[in-house]
């Protein structure tokens, strides 16, 4: 079993930034694939930035050149930084991840980001 924890979203005003932290626990040695989702209201979830096992990233195009996915697979850790953050990027981000190759995805619970005009 593999719990995912996210943590360090919040309310910002416009052109601000966020990091947002997902930390995950169990038995695990590292990311094997993960990505950053978020949902706002009324819409349906979507993707915001993945990477790979060797480290391949890929981003939606309104978050390309203002978001950073990243990792550190002795803490566990994966992180979303969030740069020159706009009123739209107000959404539920969610991390997702899977800790062996062909395994399970597991989510998390959801951390709220609010971007003021």
């Known amino acids: 079993q593999v719990q995912l924890v996210e943590s360090g979203g919040g309310l910002v005003q416009a052109g601000g930034s966020l990091r947002l932290s997902c930390a995950a626990s169990?038995?695990?040695?590292?990311?094997?694939?993960m990505g950053w989702y978020r949902q706002a209201p009324g819409k349906q979830r979507e993707l915001v930035a993945t990477m790979t096992d060797v480290g391949s990233t890929n981003y939606a195009d309104s978050v390309k050149g203002r978001f950073t996915i990243s990792r550190d697979n002795v803490k566990n850790t994966m992180y979303l930084q969030m740069n020159s953050l706009e009123p739209k990027d107000t959404a539920v981000y969610y991390c997702?991840?899977?800790?062996?190759?062909?395994?399970?995805?597991?989510w998390g619970q959801g951390t709220q980001v609010t971007v003021s005009s």
């Open positions: 997702n991840a899977r800790v062996v190759l062909g395994g399970p995805w597991w």
């Open positions: 169990g038995r695990i040695l590292g990311f094997n694939a």
